[in-house]
């Protein structure tokens, strides 16, 4: 699919987002779309609607998984976390679009961090009994914003087969 230009593809690409297809993040990074004041209401609501929808989406999965997991260890409960957290990464990716307007994404960011910092606190105040590893956990219950990737040029690949990852760890083929 082509990158969306107009309101209309930017509509129907936000439409399949807000149903679950990730796979239009690609087109919408990839897209532009100039706002005139004949569809600047309609794409600003139109977006906060599917960013809503998602953001429920999210909500309602890491519920389930809260109620529906026998969290008996402290590992459960780590694991549960950090699903909440991968997942979390579509939605950013969302928020950062670079096509949207400038205002949109700041929007978007300030209640993204405002739902996260809810969800953490309400976490802390249900398990305020658990020991310390469960209290670390959930103060680092947060979205992590881009790493930015290390480049890599080709004189430093073949230097001794050996490869520095963004960790910072060898890998030496």
């Known amino acids: 699919m082509k990158s969306p230009t107009t309101y209309s593809e930017w509509a129907n690409l936000l439409d399949q987002f807000g149903n679950g297809n990730?796979?239009?993040?690609?087109?919408?990074?990839?897209?532009?779309?100039i706002i005139d004041a004949g569809v600047a209401n309609r794409f600003y609501s139109k977006a906060e609607e599917t960013y809503k929808l998602r953001k429920q989406n999210w909500l309602d999965k890491f519920?389930?998984?809260?109620?529906?997991q026998n969290l008996k260890s402290e590992d459960d409960f780590e694991i549960a976390l950090r699903n909440g957290k991968q997942n979390l990464i579509t939605l950013n990716?969302?928020?950062?679009?670079?096509?949207?307007?400038?205002?949109?994404?700041?929007t978007f960011k300030n209640d993204l961090d405002d739902f996260i910092a809810e969800i953490r606190n309400s976490l802390q105040k249900n398990n305020s009994n658990r020991n310390e590893k469960i209290t670390i956990l959930l103060k680092s219950f947060q979205l992590n914003l881009n790493v930015p990737e290390?480049?890599?040029?080709?004189?430093?690949l073949s230097k001794n087969n050996t490869i520095i990852s963004p960790t910072g760890r060898k890998i030496i083929f």
């Open 22 to 33: 990730d796979h239009v993040l690609e087109d919408m990074t990839n897209g532009s779309f």
């Open 93 to 106: 990716k969302f928020i950062s679009i670079k096509s949207f307007p400038e205002d949109l994404q700041k």
């Open 150 to 156: 290390q480049e890599i040029s080709p004189k430093e």
């Open 63 to 68: 519920q389930r998984a809260f109620q529906f």
